[in-house]
């Protein structure tokens, strides 16, 4: 048993909903900015509101759903290969 490391299972699943929650709220941030910027943009460019909002929305959900996908990459990493 010298020089072999235990393995703490329950403590890597914490560190990985630590992660994961503290990821979704910065998504969740990082999407509302998209829409905001891409909203403000997007008005000088569109005659009609709808239009911009539609814009910005698919922009804002793209942008979640790339930072939840890459927080998750991130947290699985960093749980089971450090």
Known sequence: MVGQ???HP???SEIL???IVVGMA???IAGLMAYVITFN???HHFAERRDAVKQSL???GVTLLF???LTAAIGFFITYWI
Request: aromatic fraction near 10%; glycine fraction near 0%; hydrophobic fraction near 50%.
């Open 26 to 28: 910065c998504s969740s």
């Open 5 to 7: 490391s235990v393995e």
């Open 41 to 43: 943009e997007y008005s």
């Open 17 to 19: 909903k630590i992660i």
């Open 67 to 69: 930072f939840v996908a």
């Open 58 to 60: 698919e922009a804002a």
């Open 10 to 12: 329950a403590m890597d």
